[in-house]
Structures are given as C-alpha cells and as structure tokens.
C-alpha cells in the first residue's frame, strides 16, 4: 500500500533496481604477474548499493512522521508468512553441492583457549537479520549481466542467483525500486545485500530467514570482504619491504631502494612501490568455525577476515576438497531441525552442574575450553613426545663392527 | 513535476538550515543509579579489565556483554585477587613439559594492559642475577592460582623501568609469606623511589616524568641531555580534556557492568552453585 | 568521591582530534589546543559566542567538560583547579565559573551548552592587486545554557508542527485515508 503511494507522488515510475546497475566485466587472465593486480570491485553478481531515497530531506511535520511511522508498523506485521519447511534436512552434502551463505557483520575479535592452552584469535561474526531476498533461475540472471554463460552453468551444474539481504532498516529511507524487491520476498527491508551462486539441490526459498545455525561448528568458511583503506602508503606498509638504516643515510629510511638493474633500464610490470593500499575486495578461505552462539546469532571464526569492525562480510562454505562440508542443514537451517541435537544438549545436562538457562545456546567446537569448566590440569600424557634425538646428551657416532 | 517542486524545495531548506543540538533538561539521574548500585570508586584500577577499548572503533555492545559473560564464567572457577601494579603477585599455572606439571612464579607486577578477555599482567623478578619478566593473560585457563602476596600500589602505574633499575629493586623471594591487607584500609602506597644503572636505558625514562625514579635527570648521559634540548616535551597534552575522556572510563559504563556482574553473582548463589563473590574491593570492605 | 570516574558527556565527539586552522601560531597540537582555548575562555566571558561551524563543533565538548568538572568535583579538586586554571587564564573566569556557571547545573544532566547552526556567510579575506578575496564560512551559534540572553530558537520553530509545504498536507490525508482501509 506504502509503495503504491509514494510511487503516485514521484512523477515517473522508479527504474527496477536490476536496470540501472553498473556492470563490471572481468577479465581473468592465467599470465603470471609480480605483485598483485588490486581488485576493487565485488563479483559482478552481486547487487549493486542501494540508493537512498530522494524525499528523503523534505521536512515532514510531527503529525505526518507519526502518521507515517503508524503504516510502516501496520506493513511490517504482515511479514513472517509460513513457508513449507519440509524439504530441510539435516543430510550429506554432495560433491557439488553448493549451499547459500550468510551476509555478516563482523563486531570484534576475540581470544580464546584450547583445552591444551593454546590461544587462538578468533572473529566475532553477528549474523544480523538475513533473509532470502529473490532466487533468480540461471537463463535469468545470467542474460542481465556481463559475465555471461560460463558461470551460471560451471562444471557443478546450473548455478541460481540468491540474494541475502541483512540488517532490517527504516523504509523511509530508500528509493522505490530498492524497496520493490523486499516487498516481492515479503520481508522488510534490508540495508545490507549479498548474492550467492547455489545450485539446484541447495535452493532456498524467497523471504526464508537464515539462521547462525547454517553453518556447522568444526567446518570451514570463506570470507569475502572489502579490507580496510589505508590510503596511499609507502613500501614498508603496504609490501612489507624492510626500509633502510637509520644512521649513516640521509632521507632514505623508509624507501624502496633500487627498482631495477642496469640490462634493460625500465622498471618491470607489477614492480612493487608505494600506492593505494586497502579498499580491496579479498576472499579468505579455508577459516575454521569453532564455536556459535544461537541465542545472540554470533560465530566465532579462527583467525581474521577482511575488512573493519563493523563491516559486512559475506560467508559461505569453503570449497576445497578436504574443507568442504560432507554433512549439514540443506539447504539450510529451519528451527524444526533442533530437535536432531538434542542428545548433546542432554549430556550436557547430566554432566555440568550450571542449570541450562542461565547460559547461552551455545555449541562449542570439542578442542575448544569451555570457560565454564575448571582450569586446566596437565598429565603426563600430554608432555611433548621428544621428536628426535635426546640433545642433552651429546652425538655419539655409532661404530659398526 | 512534482519531484521538481520537491527539489526547489531541498534548495530553499539547504539555505538556512538549522540543526540545533540543545542542552538537557533532565536531572542527573546516573548519580542516584551509581550510589544504588553501590558503584565502587576505584573500579578502573580494580577491574582494568572491564573497562572498554580506548580505540573507539573496536567498542561494540554485544561483542563486549559476550565477552563479560566468558570473563565472569572464568572468575567463577579460579580466584582472581584484587592487586595493582606494584603488588607482589604469586601466578601458579599447568605446564604440560614440567616434571611437576605445574609453575609457580613470584614477582611484581610491573603492567597491567588491554581489556577484556585480552588483557595482560606482567610479574618481574631476579633469579641469579637475571632479570625475569613473564606477561600472563588473565583468563588463560592454564592458570590455576592467582594469589597477591603483598598488596600495594607504587608512585606509577607502569612500573617497566625496573628493566633498567638495579637489581635488588626487583627482587623477590619465591618463598615469601603472604602478608594479610586489613579489610577498610585504605591501600598503601609504597613510595619507593628506584635507583637506574647507568645509561643507556632501554627507553629514555627521564622524559616520562616518572615519579618512582630517584633523580633520572642527573643519571642520564650529556649526549641525551643536549637531544631534551631538540625533543618536544608534551606537557601540554595534559591538558587535552577531550582526548583524556576519549581514553577513559565513563560512570555510565561503570555501572553498568558492575549491574551485570551483581546479577550473574546472584543468579548463581541463587542456583547454589559458588559462594564465591567477584565484586569486592579491599579498601571499600567493611 | 573526587577521583571517581565522571559520567559522559552528551555531547558526541569525533574519533580523532580535527585539525583546526590556527591563524598566527605556527600549526602543532599545543596551538590547536590555544585556539580552543580562546574559544572556551570567551564562551564562558560571553555565554553565547558566533563562531565558524567546525571550531563550535570542536569546542563544545571542551566547554562540556570542563563545566562538568566544575558540577561533579568542585572547585576543591585538585585536577578540576588545575583544568581550570589553564582553560580560563583569566582569573575573574574560573571564579565566575564556580559561583555562576555551575550552580545552575547542579541537578541536571549534561549537555549544558547548545550548538545552533546559522546560514553560511561570505566574508572577506584579503584584498591583493585591488582585488576582493571572499570566502564562504558555515557558522554556528555555541552557548551556555540558562544564559540571561532571549532564546536562540523561537518557540514555534522548535515544535516543527505548521510546516508550509504542500506535500505535508497530500501525505497526511493519503496516510489518514490509508489507515482507516
């Protein structure tokens, strides 16, 4: 009702939001090159950023604010339609299987032990919101954008287009054609957009909320972001070259040095010097979930992944043969799967005294200590096994006879 | 057509706008919420590792409460003492490669750093002669016992100098007694005042304005006394209110965590599991 | 009571200290604390200064402050004297502050100053060759609050609530006719 509203009052109907998209054909070349080619721009199948609406600046009075605040309200409760759940299952995965993923939020990182005491940094990761915003067929999505054919039917099969929206937001704030797209899904709209290839077995349906219980605790992820802008910076800092002395040189500490030799006087394509660092779009795989908080919707990733705090990253399964998934939610997790991994939670009961409310839902990866047990005790089962020779004692060429 | 009119409209509001951020009328209601509370002055000094990241970036509200919940967890399976920097600390922790299996290190502690579940202690001491600084993380599961041996604040709250002190400022016995701090007293203040070796120094002392240095000046070398002529001294950042507010603790979140802390602490006496009490201060005991 | 910690500020400050054109000092973090002295010294003489619009934003929150200071610890402190006293060079300032400027917020809440916004103004710079140089400046009002002086915003313009504009009136039907379908 909303949208048919302020469509009236602008004097054109608003571009579908797939229409005005830029598209940005990449070209991926096998050379070998030194150094690194940035890559500033996403995949070409994501969404592009929305665009925030126009009136946005038009001073409304307190009557027409609550006026409208009232029918976003009254919108808003017409979400949450039921959908049928009964394909979900918790089942193998296949060898070429693909799953959705999740858009995140990463809020800080944090360490955490072992239960032999070694500490690991981990990522904090807030699953915020995600809901399936459209699954585009493979003839569809493929013929809107540059990047043609060979990915959307790659040696897995036909790969669908599934969007992921996170982050609920006030309407208000965006144009038509951003809030077209939510209102199709039936889910309120989203401030944060991410696309994910998935093949037809793993095929999610529009407006499914997603949940932090996606991914399996001990599986391994791959993190797409946008990494920090650090601006312009020398070699030091951006490659990691170790400078020049401090004494006995004058104006040249921190420089790169020599950039090439007498033969052929040029500098080489891909020589490596100061410029614009950051503000890429990496991947990171291979990066291992070990523990997931369900109440708070939070994942505990080992290691770093692109980009600040408080940036969107998107997660997915990592693809490597040994990495990938072999058992899982597919094609994704619904709350009537809960009930599967109940024997743990009744374990958990028996042995641990703290009564089950007054902690969180959490699973915790089996190497990872658990603060709520006692400090760590070592046995003499688990001093280091010497891997060689015994080095107190000196080395006594032995003699043959 | 209308969409026009809009813009002109933008164009006209753009001119003279006004955004005005008034002062508050409310009454200051943290102070009656601190003194319900029973907030404890000294928090900061107590409990550096419930304050909030003084990178601004890295503050997040759900990230530090899960964080809180994994320290609090902790502190109810081992004993964390109240001790400062300054006190003589005793840290027993599990080594797997020990005969024994386990470690036991006496020494001061000379810093306490980082928040959270991040944060570190160091304890120094001589042994034979060597100079010995371990840097411990608090919440490290294979610590099995925190004890403070003597509780004493020094002149300054990092004590890193004793690198290049002479020995016998560091020096500790493992064996020693711990001695008991009467509940209610205040905490002394030991006013040592430590003895550097001769220059150089690991870093230059003498312009950190340390006070528990006897007489840096006169120990530094002319070479670094000519180059304080060339430093720039920044007496004056001091003075800088912003940047030491943007540094600090503020009561708001003060209070909040000590009202977390005093519901995990009776939510699990009421469950019967510990009697054991992480919010206490030994100069605020009755 | 004296060393506790302080509340915040209601005043939201930056990340990082912005730079702040310093005029004839030589540019360095002491002058941009000197000019923001200037500031907060005059803001206390005059109680409601007009100001280039980042130096207000820049200065509120040393103005919060340091009242704040004067509200929670009192002129017996001795970091609050000490803040004082380099903050108000100007002795008469610091005895203003405690005995004017603090009573009035002894029971409320910060923020105790305002920071309004006026229209830009083009001012003159320099005159070279006969010819004019002129400059846009944003400008912003920073006072004390409860100050003698009449109200910065009218009453009516602070309500927002008779609104000229024509779509005002369009969307305030179209919603009305929309919640009672």
């Known amino acids: 009702m909303l949208r048919s509203l302020v469509t009236g009052i602008s004097s054109s109907p608003a571009p579908e939001w797939a229409a005005n998209r830029l598209l940005v054909a990449t070209c991926i070349s096998n050379t070998q090159q030194r150094g690194r080619r940035r890559t500033l721009t996403p995949v070409p199948w994501l969404p592009p950023i929305n665009e925030p609406a126009h009136s946005n600046s038009v001073p409304l009075n307190d009557t027409t604010k609550k006026l409208l605040e009232k029918v976003i309200e009254r919108e808003g409760t017409r979400f949450g339609e039921e959908l049928d759940n009964s394909k979900a299952a918790i089942t193998d995965i296949g060898e070429s299987t693909r799953r959705v993923g999740l858009v995140v939020r990463k809020i800080g990182m944090l360490p955490q032990w072992t239960t032999n005491g070694t500490r690991i940094l981990c990522t904090v990761l807030e699953v915020v919101e995600n809901n399936v915003v459209s699954v585009t067929s493979p003839e569809d999505w493929y013929k809107m954008s540059a990047i043609g054919k060979r990915k959307a039917f790659n040696r897995n099969g036909p790969m669908w287009k599934v969007t992921v929206g996170s982050i609920n937001d006030d309407p208000t704030k965006y144009s038509v054609g951003y809030r077209r797209q939510f209102n199709r899904a ?56 170790r400078g020049q002395p401090t004494r006995r040189t004058t104006k040249s500490h921190r420089r790169i040095g020599s950039v090439g030799s007498v033969g052929d006087a040029r500098i080489w394509p891909g020589k490596r010097m100061p410029g614009h660092m950051g503000y890429e779009w990496v991947t990171v795989s291979g990066l291992e979930v070990i523990r997931i908080n369900n109440d708070k919707q939070v994942i505990y990733v080992k290691g770093s992944v692109p980009g600040d705090i408080g940036e969107t990253i998107l997660l997915k399964d990592c693809v490597q043969e040994e990495k990938k998934l072999k058992k899982g939610p597919l094609p994704t997790w619904i709350p009537s799967l809960e009930t599967i991994s109940e024997e743990s939670e009744e374990e958990a009961a028996a042995e641990g005294t703290i009564p089950k409310e007054l902690l969180h839902n959490e699973t915790f990866s089996p190497k990872i200590f658990r603060f709520t047990s006692p400090s760590i005790v070592f046995t003499d089962a688990d001093a280091k096994r010497a891997a060689g020779r015994d080095k107190t004692k000196a080395k006594i060429a032995k003699v043959k006879k | 057509m209308l969409r026009r009119s809009l813009g002109s409209l933008r164009s006209f509001s753009s001119k003279c706008k006004s955004e005005p951020q008034t002062a508050s009328k409310s009454s200051n209601t943290i102070r009656k919420e601190a003194n319900l509370v029973g907030h404890i002055a000294a928090f900061p000094e107590i409990y550096p590792d419930f304050l909030q990241s003084p990178v601004w970036n890295r503050r997040n509200a759900l990230k530090e409460e899960l964080e809180r919940r994994d320290m609090l967890e902790r502190r109810m399976n081992i004993d964390i003492p109240e001790f400062y920097v300054g006190s003589i600390v005793a840290v027993t922790s599990s080594d797997s490669n020990l005969g024994a299996k386990e470690h036991r290190f006496v020494g001061i502690c000379i810093r306490r750093e980082k928040e959270g579940l991040h944060h570190q202690f160091t304890l120094r001491n001589t042994i034979e002669g ?157 | 009571m004296s060393s506790a910690t302080l509340p915040r500020i209601g005043v939201t400050i930056g990340h990082v200290a912005q730079k702040l054109k310093t005029g004839g000092i030589e540019p360095s973090r002491r002058a941009r604390l000197e000019v923001l002295r200037r500031i907060v010294t005059r803001c206390v003489r005059e109680e409601r200064v007009e100001l280039k619009w980042n130096r207000a934003v820049e200065a509120r929150p040393y103005l919060e402050r340091l009242i704040q200071l004067g509200v929670e610890r009192g002129p017996l402190d001795e970091y609050t004297a000490e803040m004082m006293e380099w903050w108000l060079p100007e002795r008469d300032l610091i005895v203003k502050m405690h005995e004017v400027i603090v009573p009035r917020f002894a029971e409320i809440q910060s923020p105790y100053t305002s920071l309004y916004r006026l229209p830009p103004k083009r001012l003159q710079q320099f005159i070279q060759n006969k010819r004019e140089f002129w400059k846009r400046y944003d400008i912003g009002i920073l006072e004390i609050d409860k100050n003698p002086f009449p109200p910065v915003l009218s009453e009516n313009s602070a309500k927002n609530e008779e609104s000229p504009n024509l779509l005002n009136l369009l969307l305030t039907d179209a919603l009305k006719n929309n919640l009672e379908k």
């Open chain 1, 186 to 241: 039936g889910i309120p709209i989203k401030q944060k957009l991410g696309c994910f290839l998935v093949t037809e077995d793993a095929l999610p349906q529009t407006g499914q909320s997603l949940d932090a219980r996606h991914f399996v605790v001990g599986q391994y992820i791959t993190a797409t972001g946008k990494t920090i802008d650090w601006g312009f910076q020398g070699g030091m800092h951006r490659w990691g070259m």
């Open chain 2, 130 to 286: 060597i100079g010995v600084e371990i840097m411990y993380d608090l919440y490290n599961p294979t610590i099995k016992k925190i004890e403070t041996l003597k509780l004493e604040k020094r002149l300054d709250s990092d004590l890193s100098y004793l690198i290049d002190a002479l020995p016998e400022y560091s020096t500790f016995d493992f064996h020693m007694e711990p001695l008991a701090h009467p509940a209610g007293t205040p905490i002394p203040i030991n006013e040592t005042k430590v003895k550097l070796k001769p220059a150089p120094w690991t870093r230059r002392w003498e312009i950190f304005g340390c006070a528990g240095i006897e007489d840096s000046w006169s120990g530094a070398t002319p070479w670094f006394k000519r180059k304080l002529q060339k430093t720039k001294v920044n007496d004056y950042e001091k003075y800088d209110l912003v940047a030491a507010y943007r540094e600090g603790s503020t009561l708001e979140h003060e209070v909040a965590v000590q009202k977390q802390i005093q519901k995990f602490e009776n939510e699990r006496h009421a469950a019967g599991l510990t009697r054991r009490r992480i919010l206490r201060s030994a100069a605020a005991a009755k």
